[in-house]
Nanobody, 126 residues
Framework: VQLQASGGGLVQAGGSLGLSCAASGRTFSSYVMGWFRQAPGKEREFVAAISRSTTSIYDADYADSVKGRFTISRDNAKNTVYLQMNSLKPEDTAVYSC?????????????????WGQGTLVTVSS
């Protein structure tokens, strides 16, 4: 699986930004998909994950720091996972990466993800 993230950019605090991650391969629906971020000088941290499913019903999990502001979604027909980010804060500034895990349940643990895309930079100005 190859992953290509896009949609990063510069936004003012309080604004919104949407990220996309396009995946190659025919088994996208079989993968748990996650978003992680890494700010300068900090470790990579979990942002959100969405379960695999062949229906339109998914489970999702979010880091406490983004709950109520960020929404993860996926479109299996387009092999794409999205991250809608609202009410952005300067502390959301980071490189955001998408990842895929071939597993039954969602996880926030980076080491359990099998494939990673390159990151896209999100900068939130105050």
């Amino acid at each position: 699986v190859q992953l290509q993230a896009s949609g990063g950019g510069l936004v003012q605090a309080g604004g919104s930004l949407g990220l996309s991650c396009a995946a190659s391969g025919r088994t996208f629906s079989s993968y748990v998909m996650g978003w992680f971020r890494q700010a300068p000088g900090k470790e990579r941290e979990f942002v959100a994950a969405i379960s695999r499913s062949t229906t339109s019903i998914y489970d999702a999990d979010y880091a406490d720091s983004v709950k109520g502001r960020f929404t993860i979604s996926r479109d299996n027909a387009k092999n794409t996972v999205y991250l809608q980010m609202n009410s952005l804060k300067p502390e959301d500034t980071a490189v955001y990466s998408c990842a895929a895990a071939y597993r039954a349940t969602i996880t926030s643990t980076p080491s359990l993800y099998d494939y990673w895309g390159q990151g896209t930079l999100v900068t939130v100005s105050s």
